[in-house]
Nanobody, 126 residues
Framework: EVDVVESGGGLVQAGGSLRLSCTAT????????IGWFRQAPGKDREGLAC????????YYDDSVKGRFTVSTDSAKNTVYLQMNRLEPKDTAVYYCARTVPPCSTYEVVAYDYEFGGQGTQVTVSS
């Protein structure tokens, strides 16, 4: 497990926005590719997005492309997931994780990443 902490989740109405944060204290996020995942009850963990500041690569799954944006704040050693136009199907626990750069150009899969946080719950009401 790696030292990451996810935060920023909450309850929001459909169409609303949330910004999730991923922070670490024992390593520099920009040295790694950071992925965002979510897991809804009874479902597999789903890869959503990836960002790698070291080589400038990013990736978005089709399910979130155009609605979610991943970014970094080097000074705060934080990676963000801005989520807009949220839908009830986005309800899940959201996790961040790291992998060796660069981001894959075709998918984000959990077995490629190291996890460690407890996740943050996002609930979207209709």
């Amino acid at each position: 497990e790696v030292d990451v902490v996810e935060s920023g989740g909450g309850l929001v109405q459909a169409g609303g926005s949330l910004r999730l944060s991923c922070t670490a204290t024992e390593f520099t996020l920009n040295d790694w590719a950071i992925g965002w995942f979510r897991q809804a009850p009874g479902k597999d963990r789903e890869g959503l997005a990836c960002i790698s500041e070291s080589d400038g690569s990013t990736y978005y799954d089709d399910s979130v492309k155009g609605r979610f944006t991943v970014s970094t704040d080097s000074a705060k050693n934080t990676v963000y997931l801005q989520m807009n136009r949220l839908e009830p199907k986005d309800t899940a626990v959201y996790y961040c994780a790291r992998t060796v750069p660069p981001c894959s150009t075709y998918e984000v899969v959990a077995y490629d990443y190291e996890f460690g946080g407890q996740g943050t719950q996002v609930t979207v009401s209709s």
